[in-house]
């Protein structure tokens, strides 16, 4: 565990998406292959609007939060708490939240494993948890029994903010994955063929998107009373949900 003056990282071990991926994600983020700046450019806007008093934030996945620290920079937020795999992002996440001045803690971990432990403790609550790019890794069940358990750590009126990848109606998994890799080669042009190789793998093996339909009849069943599409590029291949309690 590392102490910081206003912030806490509590870690356990290391991971593979820093080892093998984090170079190839960094030159992704910095060419907007993913659309990161007009996606948090909208959480942005909608943190200012949504939010006129304090608010207490929990990440999911959150990597490095350098996209995080910009979309809550100059808002009310009065606490961010993040989870990541990786201790090494998290290190970094530090640094880049350094800006945002309100108490932080950074948790190594699986999120599906502590945001039930969270539940369970009954010592946490949000008015806001924000998952980006890292619920489409786990199958549709293991995607409704965390949706579930945000459900109970949201405060009402809190909201949940998915921003990830969507299929559409009319295709499956394999046919969003093929489109998908159509416009990576296509436009992700800084690519080496070696690193363009290494994102063909990670999203054929472990990318598992749904449609809006099916997450929003997820939010439905968990009591979320309100849903809204915020986002959707122009690809139609990414949105940005927001799920109120
Ligand atoms: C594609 S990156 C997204 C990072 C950032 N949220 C963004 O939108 O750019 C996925 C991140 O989620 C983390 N991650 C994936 N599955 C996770 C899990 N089950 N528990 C915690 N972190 C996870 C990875 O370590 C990685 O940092």
Redesign the pocket.
Known sequence: MVNAKDSEIISSRS?E??DNQWKI?QKV?NSNY?G?REIYDVLHKFLLSYFQKPFKIL??????????AQALLNTSVESYKG????QA?LEIGNSNMAAIKCSKTFIE????E?VPQLVKNQQDSFDAILI???LH??LLKQKDYVIGNLSNLLINNGVLIL?DFVHKQDENRETFIRRYLEAVQKNWSLLTPEEYSMVENHISQSDFPETQETLYSIAQKHNFNRVECLYCDSLDTTQLLCFYR
């Open positions: 991971n998406f820093f994600y983020l993913m990161h990440e999911l996945g959150c990597g490095d939060a350098s996209f995080t989870i990541d795999l990786s992002a971990g699986d999120f599906s502590l980006s790019f890292a890794h786990l921003i």
